[in-house]
């Protein structure tokens, strides 16, 4: 990538929270991909039926298969996200979405994270099979929107920033973890699969002992109290 290209996606990025690369993978690395995130996803849920709002939600695939792992830390979109963001990710976990029923969705929220995440296409996506939407510039703006919850609907189809996140296969998008985003319903059927590395690092990390057991005991003061 040139000079000129990288300034003017970084620019993007800085301005929405979020940009979109075309083409960033080739097919053959979305076909690995998804062949060996379904291989370690029928592995990870033999024997268990999840049931959960987010059970289509898959995390921990760099655990369970070194391709995973190589890909989160020394993938291709590294190098991209730390010219973004303007420091080096920190990678966390590397995961699997797979939408085909109404109820998969994910609702309108921002994640309290510092960070980057990456989301790469393995399907076609766009609003009728539930692709990724954003609201433009909302990372500037986390107070307004940290009433929002990714289990509780939140209509904000009107929103004047809304941006929809349609994508092809091997196409990437780049986000702040504070940046609104969601997922709506798959509404005609079509299969909405996707690729996600998360680099928020561990939100604990830096601090003491001692400081990490005086917010568990304040944390345990909270909770006797609202219960009392």
């Known amino acids: ?13 800085d301005r929405d929270g979020f ?21 370690a996803l029928a592995e990870m849920n033999k024997g268990r039926k999840r049931t959960d709002q987010f059970s289509n939600v898959t995390k921990g695939l760099d655990r369970k298969d070194d391709f995973f792992k190589d890909l989160l830390h020394n993938g ?11 420091k080096k990710p920190e990678g966390t976990t ?27 296409a393995i399907d076609p996506t766009d609003q009728n099979n539930g692709c990724l939407q954003f609201l433009r510039g909302s ?24 941006a929809a996140a349609a994508m092809n296969p091997g196409d990437i998008v780049f986000f702040y973890p504070t940046t609104v985003h969601w997922s709506g319903p798959c509404l005609d059927g079509r299969i909405r699969r996707g690729f996600n590395c998360f680099y928020v690092g561990d939100p604990w990390k830096g601090y003491s002992k001692e400081q990490l057991m005086a917010m568990k005991k304040n944390a345990v003061k909270k909770t006797e109290s609202a219960e009392s």
């Open 1 to 13: 990538m040139d000079q000129q290209s990288a300034e003017s996606l970084k620019a993007q990025f």
């Open 19 to 39: 940009v979109i690369m075309r083409n960033f993978f080739d097919q053959d690395t979305v076909d690995e991909i998804c062949n060996r995130a379904e291989t």
């Open 76 to 86: 291709p979109q590294v190098a991209i996200l730390e010219m973004l963001m303007g």
């Open 94 to 120: 590397a995961s699997f979405f797979t939408k085909d029923k109404n109820s998969q969705e994910v609702h309108p929220h921002s994640d309290a994270l510092e960070g980057g995440v990456v989301w790469v």
């Open 139 to 162: 990372y500037k703006r986390q107070e307004e929107f940290k009433h929002l919850s990714a289990a509780s609907p939140t209509d904000l189809s009107e929103h004047p920033d809304l």
